[in-house]
C-alpha cells in the first residue's frame, strides 16, 4: 500500500517562502499525476498544481502561477511545492495527492491517494 507523507509547513511572514515536500512510500507508486491541494477553513479543497510524472509537465492555478513551483525527484519518489511571495491567503492545509489516470487533474475527485495534510499559514 502506497503512503504519502508531507512535510514543510509552517508559520511564514508575508512575501516570505516555505518548501512543501510529499514523499512516497509503499509497494508501488504508480501515479501520472501528482498534484497539491490547499483547503482553508470553511472553504472546499482548491487545486494548487500539478505535474506529470513520467514527462514532468508542470500545471498552475492561476492564484499561484509565477510564485509556487512544483517539482518531482523520480529516484526519490517525492514532490515538492516551492512557494515564495506568499499572501495571507494562502493560509490552508496543503494535500498532496496521487492522480494514477492522469486525467482531470485539477479535480480532486480524481484522485485516488492523499496525504494527511500539512499547515502553512501567512501571517501579515
Known amino acids: 500500500q502506497v503512503q504519502l507523507v508531507e512535510s514543510g509547513g509552517g508559520l511564514v511572514q508575508v512575501g516570505g517562502s516555505l518548501r512543501l515536500s510529499c514523499a512516497a512510500s509503499g509497494r508501488t507508486f504508480s501515479s501520472a499525476v501528482m498534484g497539491w491541494f490547499r483547503q482553508a477553513p470553511g472553504e472546499s479543497r482548491d487545486f494548487v498544481a500539478a505535474?506529470?510524472?513520467?514527462?514532468?509537465?508542470?500545471y498552475y492555478a492561476d492564484s499561484v502561477k509565477g510564485r509556487f513551483t512544483i517539482t518531482r525527484d523520480i529516484t526519490a519518489n517525492t514532490i515538492y511545492l516551492q512557494m515564495n511571495s506568499l499572501k495571507p491567503e494562502d493560509t490552508a492545509v496543503y494535500y498532496c495527492?496521487?492522480?494514477?489516470?492522469?486525467?482531470?487533474?485539477?479535480?480532486?475527485?480524481?484522485?485516488?491517494?492523499w496525504g494527511q495534510g500539512t499547515q502553512v499559514t501567512v501571517s501579515s
Open positions: 495527492a496521487g492522480n494514477r489516470y492522469g486525467v482531470g487533474f485539477s479535480a480532486s475527485d480524481n484522485y485516488e491517494l
Open positions: 505535474v506529470k510524472w513520467g514527462f514532468g509537465n508542470t
